[in-house]
């Protein structure tokens, strides 16, 4: 058989037939190349690892992305300072100082908080409302998505109008008009707004994808074997909508996270008694041209890092979770 | 192995030669939807009308340009596609109408093989899951494949029926080659011990050298297992290796049907005759007319009147165009020995010059020991 894989039988000089001939055989399995593949088959998913491994943006984004998670999660708990303490700073600077050995990130301006601790508190909250917010719109996306794309007919026609004139609505304003009146400064309010209004290009991915694997021959062969709907769905069409999915969530978190800076640094998102790195930069802003850049800066830098790192850490993702790509 | 091109005697088996599935009237046709309100304005023709048998044991060949409906009539069989009209008779039961139980026990008798090699096995399963399924979803307490063991043994027991090893059901589709994959694929329908094999083109997405691996293969199993097949292909050297009988369609009908010998050699439909001239022949010496057809196929959606070759019908042409072509929709008429001809002047086509000289090539090549499988 031409096509099966195994190196040519090693000779064996100066041996007795038999001999030569087991040395032989057991030499041409073990030069063939998938000897140990053989043995231990990987999984996808450990695949996926080994890829993402190699993949350097990959890793380096994650490296960031981890990075602000700790601090996040963290750092509100080691900080000498309480976000919820008035500080009582030994030198009184309305205009706040600079980075200094105590506050490596300065202090802001007026109240004199410590930076640091505002953009560890900051972080944290910032990627609670993206993570939670990202994961409401996933769900409702894929829910949506995938009655749109399995089920298709008039369903498909009325949902996907539907997401249509949502999408021709300019999103931002809505969501600022929503969190103002109906957010009232609370993060959890926010978070489910912006999980309500996200969904639209997740539900649009999944469709596309659940409608062109419903043509492929595998689900086709499934269903000449009678192979039931559900396990047709579960067992074929979602793992592989999977990596998408996980994707496009993952890009998700960054574009929340983005969006409520905007929201909050323009006053209509979370408010001030909870910091998140959007209402940091808003309190920042009036005091920046008196020379107070550091307010400004270190939730600024913040939310680049993290931007960045999910961005690259999703497009590491997306090469890793294809399973036909090389290792 | 021995030569199926010219094994159209009845096989070893008692019922050899007895209808497996008899196709009547079938029809499949698919709306065509405009407007907002998805109105539908009218139909494609994919398949319109088509009868025929397939006769237990025997390889079928279907042939005809893109989009003649080759594969929509094999989907159709596989209760893949909703036909519009007719019946299909196994066993004597129209299995159009099969619903439930019935539809589910009818599918491990028919299985398919499928065109694309990388498509139609799933990427995230490893092979003892692509094989294995279709084994859990055809358990019954008698063949005991609801256990996880039983199906692995069968598994592998399939994967040694079609070549390679047992441990390659651990494995993921990516890991293999064309040939291989498509290997997997027929064990995966064989696995189901089938009676009627759909094969969609199961050899034109390989390379030319691991085509006739897989259709000695096809071949080996059809005898080890009493198979049937439905082989559709447009490579007409394909065809002729491995059919018994063939089939000719052209824009949704069945306009031939022979036995491959007869058909190869004496062609009775235009059409036919005009695909046979387009096989390219091995010997660089041999001279021979191509039968050139002008135009394109006409739309499924609005087939021509009468005859729907008539529009590119070389014979027609060289009758003066004779108006019963354009009016009247000729019927299957025998000629002779099951040769089964849809036109008007099939009488003709025999004694006409491009009919000679296609003979004059084609004949002999149907009894060589081994024709060259090559890409038409």
Same mark, same amino acid.
């Given at each position: 058989?031409?096509?099966?894989?195994?190196?040519?039988?090693?000779?064996?000089?100066?041996?007795?037939?038999?001999?030569?001939?087991?040395?032989?055989?057991?030499?041409?399995?073990?030069?063939?190349?998938?000897?140990?593949?053989?043995?231990?088959?990987?999984?996808?998913?450990?695949?996926?690892?080994?890829r993402?491994?190699?993949?350097?943006?990959?890793?380096?984004?994650?490296?960031?992305?981890l990075?602000?998670?700790?601090?996040?999660?963290?750092?509100?708990?080691?900080?000498?300072?309480?976000?919820?303490?008035?500080?009582?700073?030994?030198?009184?600077?309305?205009?706040?100082?600079?980075?200094?050995l105590?506050?490596?990130?300065?202090?802001?301006a007026?109240?004199?908080?410590?930076?640091?601790?505002l953009?560890?508190?900051?972080?944290?909250?910032? @990627?609670?409302?993206?993570? $939670?917010a990202?994961? +409401?719109?996933?769900?409702?996306?894929?829910?949506? #998505?995938? !009655?749109? =794309?399995?089920?298709?007919?008039?369903?498909?026609?009325?949902?996907?109008?539907?997401?249509?004139?949502?999408?021709?609505?300019?999103?931002?304003?809505i969501?600022?008009?929503?969190?103002?009146f109906?957010?009232?400064?609370?993060?959890?309010s926010?978070?489910?707004?912006?999980?309500?209004?996200?969904?639209?290009?997740?539900?649009?991915l999944?469709?596309?994808?659940?409608?062109?694997l419903?043509?492929?021959?595998?689900?086709?062969?499934?269903?000449?074997?009678?192979?039931?709907?559900?396990?047709?769905?579960?067992r074929? @069409?979602?793992?592989?909508? $999977?990596?998408p999915? +996980?994707?496009?969530?993952?890009?998700?978190?960054? #574009?929340? !996270?983005? =969006?409520?800076?905007?929201?909050?640094?323009?006053?209509?998102?979370v408010?001030?008694?909870?910091?998140?790195?959007?209402?940091?930069l808003?309190?920042?802003?009036?005091?920046i041209?008196?020379?107070?850049w550091?307010?400004?800066?270190?939730?600024?830098?913040?939310?680049?890092?993290?931007?960045?790192?999910?961005?690259?850490?999703g497009?590491?993702l997306r090469?890793?979770?294809?399973?036909?790509?090389?290792? | 192995?021995t030569?199926?091109?010219?094994?159209?005697?009845?096989?070893?088996?008692?019922?050899?030669?007895?209808p497996?599935?008899?196709?009547?009237h079938?029809?499949?046709?698919?709306?065509?939807?405009?407007?907002?309100?998805r109105?539908?304005?009218?139909?494609?023709?994919?398949?319109?009308?088509?009868?025929?048998?397939?006769?237990?044991?025997?390889?079928?060949?279907?042939?005809?340009?893109s989009?003649?409906g080759?594969?929509?009539?094999?989907?159709?069989l596989?209760?893949?596609?909703?036909?519009?009209?007719?019946?299909?008779?196994?066993?004597?039961?129209?299995?159009?109408?099969?619903?439930?139980?019935?539809?589910?026990?009818?599918?491990?008798?028919?299985?398919?093989?499928?065109?694309?090699?990388?498509?139609?096995?799933?990427?995230?399963?490893?092979?003892?899951?692509?094989?294995?399924?279709?084994?859990?979803a055809?358990?019954?307490?008698?063949?005991?494949?609801?256990?996880?063991?039983?199906r692995?043994r069968?598994?592998g027991?399939?994967?040694?029926?079609?070549?390679?090893?047992?441990?390659?059901?651990?494995?993921?589709?990516?890991?293999?080659?064309?040939g291989?994959?498509?290997?997997i694929?027929?064990?995966?329908?064989?696995?189901?011990?089938?009676?009627?094999?759909?094969?969609?083109?199961?050899?034109?997405?390989?390379?030319?050298?691991?085509?006739?691996?897989?259709?000695?293969?096809?071949?080996?199993?059809?005898?080890?297992?009493?198979?049937?097949?439905?082989?559709?292909?447009?490579?007409?050297?394909?065809v002729?290796?491995?059919?018994d009988?063939?089939g000719?369609?052209?824009?949704?009908?069945?306009?031939?049907?022979?036995?491959?010998?007869?058909?190869?050699?004496?062609?009775?439909?235009?059409?036919?005759v005009?695909?046979?001239?387009?096989?390219?022949?091995?010997?660089?010496?041999?001279?021979?007319?191509?039968?050139?057809?002008?135009g394109?196929?006409?739309?499924?959606?609005?087939?021509?009147?009468?005859?729907?070759?008539?529009?590119?019908?070389?014979?027609?042409?060289?009758?003066?165009?004779?108006?019963?072509?354009?009016?009247?929709?000729?019927?299957?008429?025998?000629?002779?020995?099951?040769?089964?001809?849809?036109?008007?002047?099939?009488?003709?086509?025999?004694?006409?010059?491009?009919a000679?000289?296609?003979q004059?090539?084609?004949?002999?090549r149907?009894?060589?020991?081994n024709?060259?499988?090559?890409e038409?």
């Amino acid at each position: 058989m031409g096509e099966q894989n195994g190196a040519p039988a090693a000779s064996a000089a100066g041996e007795s037939g038999e001999d030569a001939y087991i040395r032989a055989e057991v030499e041409e399995l073990e030069a063939s190349p998938d000897y140990d593949v053989a043995l231990e088959s990987l999984g996808q998913w450990e695949l996926a690892w080994r890829r993402f491994r190699k993949h350097r943006m990959a890793i380096v984004g994650s490296a960031l992305f981890l990075t602000m998670v700790i601090a996040g999660v963290v750092g509100p708990f080691i900080m000498p300072f309480d976000l919820y303490k008035i500080p009582y700073p030994d030198i009184i600077d309305s205009f706040g100082r600079g980075p200094m050995l105590t506050h490596p990130f300065g202090e802001t301006a007026r109240l004199q908080w410590d930076v640091l601790m505002l953009v560890v508190n900051g972080t944290r909250l910032s @990627l609670l409302i993206g993570v $939670l917010a990202s994961l +409401i719109a996933t769900i409702i996306g894929t829910i949506v #998505g995938g !009655i749109s =794309g399995y089920f298709g007919g008039w369903l498909d026609t009325i949902l996907m109008r539907i997401v249509d004139s949502l999408l021709t609505l300019p999103l931002l304003f809505i969501v600022l008009v929503f969190t103002k009146f109906l957010g009232s400064g609370n993060w959890l309010s926010v978070t489910i707004i912006f999980g309500l209004f996200g969904w639209l290009g997740i539900a649009r991915l999944v469709r596309a994808v659940l409608l062109s694997l419903r043509e492929e021959d595998y689900v086709d062969a499934a269903r000449a074997a009678g192979v039931g709907n559900l396990r047709i769905i579960f067992r074929h @069409l979602m793992p592989n909508a $999977l990596s998408p999915i +996980i994707v496009a969530t993952t890009l998700s978190v960054a #574009g929340v !996270i983005i =969006g409520e800076a905007f929201v909050s640094f323009l006053g209509f998102g979370v408010g001030p008694e909870t910091p998140t790195l959007g209402n940091i930069l808003s309190g920042s802003q009036d005091t920046i041209i008196n020379g107070n850049w550091w307010w400004a800066f270190f939730p600024g830098a913040a939310i680049v890092v993290i931007v960045l790192g999910i961005n690259f850490m999703g497009d590491g993702l997306r090469d890793a979770l294809d399973p036909r790509a090389k290792i | 192995m021995t030569q199926p091109a010219s094994s159209a005697q009845p096989q070893a088996s008692p019922d050899a030669g007895r209808p497996l599935l008899e196709i009547e009237h079938l029809k499949t046709y698919y709306p065509i939807r405009a407007g907002i309100v998805r109105r539908t304005v009218g139909h494609v023709k994919a398949v319109d009308d088509v009868s025929f048998q397939i006769r237990k044991g025997e390889v079928f060949g279907l042939v005809g340009e893109s989009g003649c409906g080759k594969t929509t009539l094999g989907r159709t069989l596989l209760r893949l596609e909703k036909p519009t009209g007719g019946e299909v008779k196994m066993d004597g039961r129209n299995i159009l109408a099969f619903k439930g139980n019935d539809l589910k026990a009818l599918r491990r008798r028919i299985q398919v093989i499928f065109q694309d090699p990388v498509g139609s096995l799933n990427p995230r399963m490893p092979v003892s899951d692509i094989i294995g399924e279709g084994l859990m979803a055809q358990a019954t307490p008698e063949n005991g494949w609801s256990e996880r063991k039983t199906r692995d043994r069968r598994t592998g027991d399939f994967l040694e029926v079609v070549g390679l090893r047992r441990d390659y059901a651990r494995r993921y589709p990516h890991e293999f080659s064309g040939g291989q994959r498509q290997r997997i694929g027929i064990a995966r329908a064989l696995a189901l011990d089938p009676e009627f094999v759909f094969a969609d083109e199961p050899v034109s997405a390989l390379d030319v050298s691991i085509q006739s691996q897989i259709l000695n293969l096809m071949s080996d199993l059809r005898e080890q297992f009493n198979l049937t097949y439905l082989f559709v292909a447009h490579n007409l050297s394909v065809v002729q290796y491995i059919s018994d009988r063939v089939g000719v369609m052209y824009l949704g009908k069945l306009v031939e049907v022979a036995d491959v010998a007869d058909l190869y050699a004496h062609p009775r439909h235009p059409y036919t005759v005009a695909l046979l001239s387009a096989v390219p022949d091995p010997d660089p010496r041999v001279r021979k007319k191509r039968l050139v057809l002008h135009g394109d196929v006409p739309s499924p959606a609005k087939p021509p009147t009468g005859c729907r070759f008539h529009t590119r019908c070389w014979l027609r042409e060289q009758l003066g165009n004779p108006e019963r072509c354009s009016t009247e929709d000729p019927a299957a008429r025998d000629m002779g020995g099951g040769h089964q001809v849809a036109c008007h002047f099939a009488e003709q086509v025999s004694r006409s010059v491009a009919a000679e000289t296609i003979q004059g090539v084609i004949a002999p090549r149907a009894q060589e020991p081994n024709p060259v499988v090559a890409e038409a």
